[in-house]
């Protein structure tokens, strides 16, 4: 397993090396300090995730995540923060984001969330999932437009077809629109949808 951390505070990056080591001896860890320097090392060589901090100086965590979706919309992508805001996390899952781990988090809700992320599903702490329900602002405009061909009835492979998308793309799409309206299948979220008043 190959993981890039991308956070400013060298303290907080080499403990969470440490931890990661804990979790996995053979585990290949490449260690930035800002965006920029990330995405450069994503460009050079295949990661199977990215730890990025929200954060960052000069270009930032989102800024980063969006760049990252356009680039590399497959490669899993687990958002570091401060913050605990329910708002916070579903605007990072919202915009592509895997997960979303605060740095009170334990070692275990770390081990736990990269075993989520890597076998394809999305992880949002407790109290993102317990919260109120998100906003209709907090998805992508590229998102909005795939719940709306959810909505006629379209399948993945139909909806890369008509975005001219790849079908893993659209895959990506929906799994994020399901984590950020904390739904579990289309049906839910043609509901969710219609009470955001999303509709066409």
């Known amino acids: 397993m190959k993981l890039l951390i991308c956070d400013d505070h060298a303290l907080f990056r080499e403990g969470l090396q440490l931890v990661l080591r804990q979790l996995d001896p053979a585990a290949e860890l490449v260690s930035v300090g ?4 990330a995405l450069a090392r994503v460009e050079q060589g295949a990661f199977d995730l990215v730890l990025l901090d929200l954060g960052l100086p000069g270009m930032s965590g989102l800024s980063a995540l969006d760049a990252l979706r356009v680039s590399h919309p497959d490669l899993p992508v687990v958002v570091l923060s401060a913050s605990e805001s329910p708002r916070d996390i579903r605007a990072a899952l919202a915009r592509g984001a895997s997960g979303f781990l605060t740095k009170s988090a334990r070692g275990s809700a770390l081990q ?23 906003l209709a602002a907090e998805l ?32 990506s799409h929906v799994k994020h629109i399901y984590s950020a309206l904390d739904v579990s299948n289309r049906t839910e979220a043609v509901m969710r949808m219609r009470e955001l008043g999303l509709e066409d």
């Open 34 to 37: 800002d965006a920029e320097s």
């Open 112 to 134: 736990h969330a990269l075993e989520v992320v890597l076998a394809g599903g999305v992880y949002a702490p407790a109290s993102a999932r317990d919260a109120e329900p998100p």
């Open 140 to 171: 992508t405009e590229r998102q909005v437009e795939v719940l709306r061909l959810i909505a006629r009835g379209l399948t993945n492979r139909e909806i890369a077809e008509v975005l001219h998308i790849t079908e893993q793309t659209a895959k």
